[in-house]
């Protein structure tokens, strides 16, 4: 049962003015006109994105076809772009010659000579092979290998050695947690390395499967998904960067590397050809779950982690170092932004029809009927099952593993650059914003500079795709987003988790639901012009003013939440709470709250049951002026007592 309590229009009789006195008749009661704040003003421009100058830094998107080896116009650093995106490595490790020629030869050009192959050994040790220019981060990253495989368990030993023999697109279908055996179904995705090896003559080093799944018209249902997922992988190759940068695996730099038993027969015996910068393993896992994740959005941060976790299996494997598998995911990021943007997968509606066949054929496999249904469906399992369940521990397990615990060596104060291309990464997480506001994200998202490896011209380095999938990092100009829940999906509801920083202003538009998770600092004041803006933490609304002239503020967190400025709430809005114990679901307003009508809808968290005759707390503020138009308790009858300093419900049955 619920109740309303109604703004009077007309003059009140003295008795029931009197019986509205009694109530807290607060500090409009009179016949002065309630004075309406205007919307916080914010920093007046949006902050912008700006890929790096051309000339300086050409784009790996516009010059992705140029990573290729044996062929002379592309044996350099200023021509190969697969080796020109990790070029921060030759601050740590300079290779005996510069060019792509580890066992690779390739004729004359025009104007570019011939390349003979290199004598390189293969071996370390020989400062004729190549020089350590930082001993500390090169001392660094084998340790972390010795480490790990000295004190890695069975199961991480079991692992390395799926991951290592197991085609790459088929052990990555496992970040999908429920929706995995689906799209395995879907893809028709076949392996013959899934058994334990128990001895020598068990272990199986040749995966007879089919890697990714039938593509093409041989599969109706999934076919345009599988080729998807395989045109990611286009000028990809790592050999060409492996044949330049000539750094060997970790395990012929140190004997207390311990590679497992099962993978001894694989190591190579050739070390000349056999480089460890970079991993290809990581970054084909890097590819492959970028195009999975472009797929299936609702899965994104958890295919996303999977892709870096087998990349640290390489390292469990002895076959790599941290360095080599943060190489396979940097060249990995810029290699799938250019399919998307400038090669196969960005053909006509190439990108819109996988993304749609995909969920034709996985939702009602999973038994979904709307999107948000599919979205449940892949978060329904927990971590007894689906090792990703857990977004706090995959946030930090990410983060892990973009550094391995390496020390900055430069600056770290340099503001981030986005590479031309890469905000088409989060074009399907975050549908609902444009191409230059996904770019801001990835920007106030990055990592901070001065880390090995990452500081490379363009940016691709710094990229943290995990932290941009939970929004913005910070506010450093005004922010709009519009949401039109009837696209469904993400476009009706997503969520902010970030911690949210800078001097910039929110405004909320369209019919979606924007949940803000984190603890936000930004300042510039938020705007609610019309849909749902959820505050689920004690300062999701951030420091300034909140403007509430359409839709619903809804409160629905452990705590109360604190508007560190102003409060403003018009006529036809709605601010819903959801109460609990202590300070659950309770508005606290550090400024002034002017009322200007709107309702006031008030619900129970589960377990929390108010006797008749208590009192609930529901807005405090410095000063409150004005008052709700309607009033509405769950389960209630209830009068409202509105003070200087707030408003309280009295439960009256």
């Avoid at 010059?63 to 020109?84: E, F, I, K, M």
């Avoid at 650059?417 to 890469?422: E, F, I, L, T, Y």
């Amino acid at each position: 049962m619920s109740i309303h309590f109604r703004r009077r229009t007309l003059t009140l009789s003295l008795v029931a003015a009197a019986a509205l006195v009694a109530c807290g008749g607060g500090s409009d009661s009179g016949t002065n006109p309630l004075k309406i704040p205007a919307a916080p003003l914010g920093v007046g421009h949006a902050e912008t994105a700006p890929s790096a100058d051309a000339a300086s830094a050409p784009p790996f998107v516009d010059n992705a076809s140029s990573n290729q080896r044996g062929d002379a116009r592309y044996a350099t650093l200023q021509t190969n772009a697969g080796v020109r995106v990790l070029a921060p490595f030759l601050d740590l490790w300079q290779p005996r010659s510069l060019l792509v020629d580890a066992g690779q030869s390739a004729s004359a050009n025009g104007d570019f000579p011939a390349v003979t192959p290199s004598d390189w050994s293969g071996m370390p040790g020989d400062a004729s092979d190549g020089l350590v220019l930082n001993a500390q981060v090169h001392a660094a990253n084998i340790q972390y290998v010795v480490d790990a495989t000295s004190k890695r368990t069975a199961a991480q030993e079991l692992q390395a050695y799926l991951d290592d023999r197991r085609g790459k697109g088929y052990s990555v279908t496992d970040g999908l947690g429920p929706l995995t055996e689906a799209w395995r179904s879907a893809a028709q995705q076949t392996t013959t390395i899934s058994a334990i090896p128990v001895d020598a003559a068990t272990v199986k080093y040749d995966d007879k499967g089919n890697n990714i799944g039938v593509g093409g018209s041989a599969n109706t249902g999934f076919g345009a998904v599988v080729d998807f997922v395989g045109n990611i992988g286009e000028n990809g190759s790592t050999e060409p960067a492996k044949r330049f940068y000539k750094y060997a695996r970790p395990w012929r730099w140190s004997s207390e590397v311990k590679v497992p038993p099962s993978l001894e027969p694989v190591k190579s015996p050739t070390p000349a050809t056999d480089g460890g910068f970079l991993s290809g393993h990581a970054a084909e896992a890097t590819r492959d779950v970028i195009a999975m994740a472009y797929l299936v959005p609702e899965r994104y941060q958890e295919l996303l982690l999977r892709g870096l976790e087998l990349g640290e299996y390489r390292i469990f494997a002895g076959m790599h170092s941290p360095l080599d598998v943060i190489g396979g995911r940097i060249q990995a990021q810029a290699v799938a932004a250019a399919s998307l943007t400038t090669g196969a997968n960005a053909v006509g509606t190439r990108r819109t029809d996988a993304y749609q066949q995909a969920h034709a054929a996985l939702m009602p496999a999973v038994g979904a009927s709307s999107p948000a249904a599919f979205y449940d469906f892949a978060h329904s399992q927990g971590r007894e099952v689906d090792r990703f369940a857990d977004h706090d521990a995959n946030k930090a397990e990410y983060l892990r593993r973009l550094t391995y615990g390496l020390p900055p060596i430069g600056d770290t104060t340099q503001v981030a650059r986005v590479p031309k291309g890469a905000e088409v990464l989060l074009e399907t997480r975050l549908p609902y914003l444009d191409d230059a506001q996904r770019r801001v994200v990835l920007k106030t998202t990055a990592l901070p500079s001065g880390y090995p490896l990452m500081d490379d011209a363009e940016g691709w380095g710094r990229l943290n795709l995990f932290a941009a999938a939970d929004g913005y990092g910070a506010f450093n100009g005004d922010v709009a987003v519009n949401m039109d829940a009837s696209l469904g999906g993400f476009h009706a509801l997503d969520h902010w988790r970030n911690d949210i920083a800078g001097p910039g202003k929110l405004s909320k538009l369209g019919s979606g639901t924007l949940v803000l998770v984190g603890h936000n600092s930004y300042s510039g004041g938020t705007e609610l012009k019309s849909g749902t803006l959820q505050a689920d933490s004690v300062n999701a609304l951030g420091t300034g003013d909140v403007h509430v002239s359409g839709g619903t503020l809804a409160c629905s967190g452990p705590s109360s939440v604190v508007v560190g400025g102003a409060y403003t709430q018009l006529a036809n809005t709605t601010l819903s709470l959801t109460l609990g114990g202590g300070s659950a679901g309770r508005l606290e307003v550090h400024g002034t709250a002017t009322l200007a009508g709107g309702t006031l809808k008030i619900t129970l968290r589960p377990g929390f049951v108010p006797a008749v005759g208590d009192s609930l707390a529901v807005v405090s503020t410095t000063q409150l002026a004005g008052r709700f138009d309607a009033i509405t308790v769950e389960g209630f009858k209830v009068t409202p007592m509105y003070g200087a300093t707030g408003l309280t419900l009295h439960i009256d049955g």
